[in-house]
Each structure stands twice: as structure tokens, then as C-alpha cells.
């Protein structure tokens, strides 16, 4: 004779079909979300990358699995380009989420460098069990970017690209500070074009920025180490000279500038000379 069983496997069936539809789902979410996402398992290899990690790693899905995450994702500090430990084997090792340390940026595999932010985190089952690891991270190139030239434009001046007033201020401030502890001198030379106004109005503005242009290359020319050339407005500038030891030494540096206004400049067949009110001033002494 024959046993015959007959077990229903519909729950089952259903279920799975519910698993495959959950990852699938889960999969175009993945490929889809704009920031780059890379998974591994627990000893980071990696099992999964969305085409937006392709594309900043340089490395295809089905080049980089089963690598490790440190030979695709290629970490290094944008200053020193020392190798930086992925945030993965941290949220691994210490099973919570983990943010990448300040200053990270990623070597493609097609040559280009991203600055990046991120965080990864562990890949916890129904049981609690730590079966991987999930890192999540985005190119903040154009913003950082963006801060220096805004941090520039802050504190330099557009025209000459030398300090502005706010940061002569602060470098001001910091020589006197320096020289109180340390007993030396600064020197503040300030300087007016003259005659300025009827450049401008006579030849054009065109021409007077030109002339502000050569001026200040005229001055840094004639400077080096630490003094700062400033330029504070319209045609005013600033000689700021710090650690002053020797006063007489002030003398050398009043001959520089007056230097940088020994020769005419020309400009577009204009030949323009220059003339200059200087003023002097020393720390602590006036």
C-alpha cells in the first residue's frame, strides 16, 4: 500500500514571497536614495553597494564583492593623507552607530577625490545577533568648497586678495599679544595714496583699480615673513610689522615701502605717478 502526507505549505510559500517582495523593495530603496551605501558582513566584505557608491569608489558590485570594504572605500585625513580606519569595523567592533572622523575624503578608482560625510552602522537580526554592517555616506565637496571661498571672501579683500580690515584687526591683536609676553615692538605704517580721487575721475575707474592692483603687488614684493599687507578701503593700506626687536630697524622697513612708490606704473599707455602719505605708529612706545 501507500502513506501518503499531504502538508500545507501555503503560509510558507506566502511568507517567502513576502521576504523576496520586503528585499526587493528594500533593494530599489538602496539603489535609489541619493547618498552612497555600502554593506558588508561581519568581517567587512563586502555583500552589497548601491550605484551611487559605484560611482564615488570607482568600483563596480561585481568587482568589489566580497573585497574588503579598506581596498575598495579608500579613506584618508585631506591634510595629512594619512589611511583612516573605516567607521565599519568601529560599529563592528563596539556594535553601535558610528559617524567618519572630520576631514575624510575617498580615492576613486577613476582618479577623482571626494570629501565625504558619513555614518555605518551594525546590521542586528531578530535575536540581537550582529550579522553586518551598513555605512552611509555623501560627497560634501561643493560645500566645502563653498565655505573656504566664503571664508575667504570674509576676510580678504576682492580686488588685491590681500587681508582686509577685519583680518589686519585680528593679526593686529595677535602681534601686540605677542610682543607684550615676549617684550618686543610692532609697527603699524599706514598709508594714503594721493591724489587717488583724481586718477578715478580723470581716467576712469578702470584704470584706478589697475592702479591699486600694482600698488599692492608693489608692497607684498617688498615685504616677507610675517608682515602683513593689508588693504582697509578705497586707497588706504596697511603695513603691519610684528616682533619687532630693534627699532631701528623700522627704518629698513620704512624704505620699503617708500620703495614701492619710487617708479611711475603704467597702465594701457597711461603713465601714472605715484606719491603716498605715510604715517607710523609703534607698540607699546606711542
Not at 601686540?176 to 605704517?189: C, D, E, H, K, W
Not at 588706504?236 to 629698513?252: H, K, N, Q, R, T
Not at 620704512?254 to 617708479?263: D, G, L, P, V, W
Request: one cysteine or more; glycine letters at 6%; aromatic letters at 6%.
Amino acid at each position: 500500500g501507500y502513506i501518503i502526507s499531504i502538508s500545507d505549505i501555503s503560509v510558507t510559500k506566502r511568507a517567502k514571497l513576502a521576504l523576496l517582495a520586503e528585499k526587493e523593495k528594500l533593494n530599489v530603496m538602496l539603489r535609489s536614495i541619493g547618498d552612497a551605501v555600502i554593506a558588508t558582513d561581519t568581517d567587512g566584505y563586502i555583500t552589497f553597494m548601491n550605484p551611487i557608491a559605484e560611482t564615488m569608489t570607482g568600483i563596480s558590485l561585481l568587482s568589489a564583492l566580497g573585497s574588503k570594504i579598506e581596498n575598495v572605500m579608500k579613506l584618508e585625513d585631506s591634510t595629512t593623507h594619512d589611511t583612516m580606519i573605516n567607521p565599519v569595523y568601529i560599529a563592528l567592533r563596539e556594535k553601535r552607530t558610528v559617524a567618519m572622523a572630520l576631514n575624510c575624503q575617498i580615492l576613486s578608482d577613476s582618479g577623482r577625490v571626494y570629501k565625504v560625510e558619513d555614518s555605518a552602522a551594525p546590521i542586528v537580526d531578530e535575536d540581537g545577533g550582529i550579522i553586518g554592517a551598513i555605512i552611509v555616506f555623501h560627497d560634501i565637496s561643493e560645500f566645502v568648497a563653498m565655505s573656504v571661498k566664503m571664508t575667504h571672501m570674509a576676510n580678504y579683500d576682492q580686488l588685491t586678495n590681500l587681508p582686509n580690515r577685519m583680518l589686519l584687526h585680528d593679526r593686529a591683536n595677535q602681534a601686540i599679544r605677542a610682543a607684550s609676553q615676549n617684550n618686543l615692538n610692532v609697527a603699524l605704517f599706514v598709508i594714503d595714496l594721493d591724489f587717488f580721487k583724481y586718477v578715478n575721475d580723470s581716467i576712469g575707474h578702470h584704470i584706478g583699480d589697475a592702479l591699486i592692483v600694482a600698488v599692492a603687488t608693489r608692497l607684498k614684493d617688498n615685504f616677507y615673513g610675517d608682515t602683513t599687507i593689508s588693504r582697509i578701503g578705497g586707497d588706504e593700506f596697511v603695513v603691519l610689522v610684528p616682533d619687532v626687536a630693534e627699532l631701528g630697524s623700522l627704518l629698513a622697513a620704512s624704505n620699503r615701502i617708500q620703495k614701492a612708490f619710487s617708479h611711475p606704473v603704467k597702465i594701457e599707455n597711461q603713465t601714472i605717478k605715484l606719491s603716498a602719505s605715510i604715517g607710523g605708529s609703534v607698540f607699546p612706545t606711542d
